[in-house]
T-cell receptor, first 109, second 112 residues
Framework: RKEVEQDPGPFNVPEGATVAFNCTYS??????FFWYRQDCRKEPKLLMSVYSSGNEDGRFTAQLNRASQYISLLIRDSKLSDSATYLC??????????FGAGTILRVKS | NAGVTQTPKFRVLKTGQSMTLLCAQDMNHEYMYWYRQDPGMGLRLIHY???????AKGEVPDGYNVSRLKKQNFLLGLESAAPSQTSVYFC???????????FGPGTRLTVL
């Protein structure tokens, strides 16, 4: 089993839609969780950290479910500019961050 | 703020040639990383460093060497390039092991 797994998509949604991605992780002792965004042919950039109590940043909401070992990202009122690959990041064994392969989001007008 | 910079941005090598990729960060981070990214496989850790003078192997270290002689620089070397090393290489740095990583713009390497 991979340490971090994501649905590769692509998720094709219209502008204004709400879309959610899940990411599962295998290490029950994981403590650090992030969502990164990667635009085509660019470097990954931090979108938001994920806290135990859940957190929100504008149209973006991240949640952590430790019991089922997954994190989620919810995007409300999708914009064309949200089109990107979203990477789930979790600390795995060996005290290192492990990056998921990413979920592709395409927002269409 | 420069953040993390990488040179070169693009490079084409012939099989068997060698090259060095340079990563520099100006955030005084202790941790630095080299990843490669291939289609459908996500980011894979090649080598990393937890401080000046230290290096350690990641998930896919074979065929690569690294050095961290100065805190701000992390070099990735390919001694004898192979077509399987065609990839996009990203450098990253962070304050601590589980902290946010900041990435450079990447180097696109093609080995013919």
């Amino acid at each position: 089993r991979k340490e971090v797994e994501q649905d590769p998509g692509p998720f094709n949604v219209p502008e204004g839609a709400t879309v959610a991605f899940n990411c599962t992780y295998s290490n029950s002792a994981s403590q650090s969780f992030f969502w990164y965004r990667q635009d085509c042919r660019k470097e990954p950039k931090l979108l938001m950290s994920v806290y135990s109590s859940g957190n929100e940043d504008g149209r973006f909401t991240a949640q952590l479910n430790r019991a089922s070992q997954y994190i989620s990202l919810l995007i409300r009122d999708s914009k064309l500019s949200d089109s990107a690959t979203y990477l789930c990041v979790v600390n795995g064994g060996g005290n290192k961050l492990v990056f998921g392969a990413g979920t592709i989001l395409r927002v269409k007008s | 703020n420069a953040g993390v910079t990488q040179t070169p941005k693009f490079r084409v090598l012939k099989t068997g040639q060698s090259m060095t990729l340079l990563c520099a960060q100006d955030m005084n981070h202790e941790y630095m990383y080299w990843y490669r990214q291939d289609p459908g496989m996500g980011l894979r850790l090649i080598h990393y460093s937890v401080g000046e003078g230290t290096t350690a192997k990641g998930e896919v270290p074979d065929g690569y060497n690294v050095s961290r002689l100065k805190k701000q620089n992390f070099l990735l070397g390919l001694e004898s390039a192979a077509p399987s090393q065609t990839s996009v290489y990203f450098c990253a740095s962070s304050y601590s092991a589980l902290d946010t990583q900041y990435f450079g713009p990447g180097t696109r390497l093609t080995v013919l």
